[in-house]
DNA sequence: TCTCATTTTTAGGTGCACCTAAATCCAGTT
DNA sequence: AACTGGATTTAGGTGCACCTAAAAATGAGA
C-alpha cells in the first residue's frame, strides 16, 4: 500500500489509457487495451502484471483490470497536465488545436509540478480543454459532463457541441472548417438511413457530415423549443481563433 | 553518410555534453565525458562506439572523440533548445531563473520544431539565454562569447558579467542574492593570496566571493578607466526582477 | 627502454518495454 | 457435455542504456 511508486512515461501512458477506456466503456480488457496502445496484447500483459505489483490496477487473469485509486491519481495528473498544456499552447502560444494532442502527448510526462501550477494559475485554473474535455484540478478532482454523441440525436433535435475526439488532427482541421468546436450549436436537419450521412446545420450553413464523424462529436442536448434551435445562430468565441 | 539518423534522448544528452567539453576543454575523453554524465567510463565506451557508427562523431580508440559536423548540428539544436526553452519559462511563465536548467533538461528533448520556432518568436529571437549563454539560431550559428573568469581578473579590474554557470541551483541563488547576473558590473577591489576569498563590488556593495565560484562567472574585461569602474552603477533589468 | 599508475576498452551481466509463436482459458453454440 | 473461435497468458526472444570486474593500452618518469 506504498503511496509513493516511481512512475515513468510508459506507466503514465498506460495508466492515463486505463482511465480513458474504463471511462467509456466500463470495463477494460487486455485486447482493448493493447489496441488503443499499439502494442501486441502479451505486451499488455506484461505491463499489467507490473501495474498490478505496484498497486496501480487490480487485476484477476483472464477477467480485465481496474485502476485502484491510487492509479486512478496518476492517471488524472497525466490528464491534467496533458489538458493543461494543450490549452496553453493554444491560448499562450497560438498553436493550432488540431497540433496541440501531439505536443501535449510527450509534454505531459516531463513537465514539473511547480511548472504546471504556473500554466495554470496563467490560464486561471480553466474547465475545459481545446477540446471540451474536462481538467482535472490539482487535486484529482473531475467533473464527468457526459452529453451524448451528435450521431445520437434524432433530427430536429438541437445540441451544444461539449467535447471532440482530439486524437485525429486531420479530423479536427475538417471539423473547424464546419464550424464544429466546443460551443458551437447544431441542428440535426435529417438523418440519411442505413449509416448514410447526417445533414445538420451550424451557424445557418447546411453541412453533411459522415455517421461515424458525428460519433466523435459529443453534444448537450437542447431542448427542442429553445430560441437558438429554431435559428441556430452561435455565440461561440474560443476557440474559433485558432484555426 | 546518411542524413536523417534517429537521434533519441540518450543521444541528444551525449552529444551536448560532448559539445560542451569540446568547447572549454578542447579534446573530449572517455573518462571525461562518462564524469560529466555521472555515468561509467566502460558506457560512455559503448555509447561513443554507437555514436561513430551513427556518423555523429569521429572515434579513434584511446584517442577521444570529436564531433562530426552532423553531430555538432544536432548538439546545437538541442542546446538551442534548451536555451530558449529557459528563457521563455522566466520571460512568459515568471519562473526562477535557478529552476529552469532542470526543467529545459527534459523539455529540450520533447518540443517540436513547430514550437521551439513559436517560442522564438515570442522571444523575438534573442541571443542569450537567462544565464548568459549565446543561443545557436535555427540554423545551427552561435557566437561564443568568450570573456574570460572572473577569477582570473587582477585587482582594480572591472568586468560585466556576461555568463555564469547554470547546472548548480544553489549557486545561481546565491548569484542572484550578490546581485550577480548577466549585465551585472563588477569590480575587483582585493584578492587574497593562495586560493583565498576574493573581494568584489557589486552595485557599489562589497562582497567576498570564494575563488572558485568566481571560476563559474564569466566576465567582459572593461578598461580600468571606464567610467563605470569607479562607481559601480548597474542599469541592468533583464533577470533581477526574477529572483 | 622499462615501469607502472592511469585511462580506456572488453567481457559479461541487469532491467525495461517491447516482440512473435505457442499454449491455454473462456463462453457461447451445438 | 463436447466443440470451437476469440481472448489471454506463457515462453522465449530483441535492442537499449546502463553496470561491475577484469584486461589491455597509454604515456610520463626512472
Ligand atoms: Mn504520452
Ligand atoms: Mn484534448
Ligand atoms: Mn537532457
Ligand atoms: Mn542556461
Redo the contacts between chains.
Keep these: 500500500m506504498r503511496e509513493f511508486v516511481k512512475v515513468n512515461e510508459a506507466i503514465e501512458d498506460y495508466l492515463k489509457t486505463i482511465y480513458n477506456i474504463q471511462d467509456e466503456h466500463g470495463k477494460v480488457s487486455t485486447t482493448m487495451l493493447a489496441k488503443q496502445m499499439n502494442i501486441a496484447p502479451s505486451s499488455a500483459t506484461g505491463m499489467i502484471k507490473k501495474l498490478a505489483r505496484l498497486n496501480l490496477v487490480t487485476y484477476e487473469p483472464y477477467r480485465g483490470i481496474q485502476l485502484t485509486s491510487h492509479g486512478r491519481k496518476v492517471a488524472l495528473e497525466v490528464l491534467r497536465h496533458h489538458r493543461l498544456i494543450e490549452l496553453y ?1 493554444v491560448e ?4 493550432r488545436w488540431d ?1 496541440v494532442h ?2 501535449a502527448e ?2 505531459e ?4 509540478k ?2 504546471i501550477e ?2 495554470d494559475s ?1 490560464l486561471g485554473h480553466p474547465a475545459v480543454d481545446p477540446h471540451g474535455a474536462p481538467i482535472p484540478d490539482r487535486h484529482g478532482k473531475v467533473e464527468s459532463t457526459p452529453g451524448v454523441k451528435l450521431a445520437d440525436l434524432k433530427s430536429g433535435q438541437c445540441g451544444v457541441v461539449s467535447e471532440v475526439n482530439d486524437r485525429d488532427s486531420e479530423m479536427l482541421r475538417y471539423l473547424a472548417e464546419l464550424g464544429i468546436f466546443p460551443n458551437a450549436r447544431i441542428k440535426v436537419l435529417n438523418i440519411a438511413p442505413f449509416q448514410g450521412p447526417m445533414s445538420i446545420s451550424i451557424e445557418g450553413e447546411e453541412r453533411l457530415i459522415w455517421i461515424e464523424l458525428a460519433k466523435s462529436i459529443f453534444v448537450k442536448l437542447l431542448p427542442e423549443n429553445t430560441e437558438g434551435c429554431r435559428d441556430n445562430q452561435q455565440k461561440n468565441k474560443n476557440v474559433s481563433d485558432n484555426l
Design positions: 499552447l499562450a502560444l497560438g498553436m497540433e501531439h505536443e510527450k509534454l510526462h516531463v513537465i514539473s511547480s511548472l504556473r500554466i496563467y
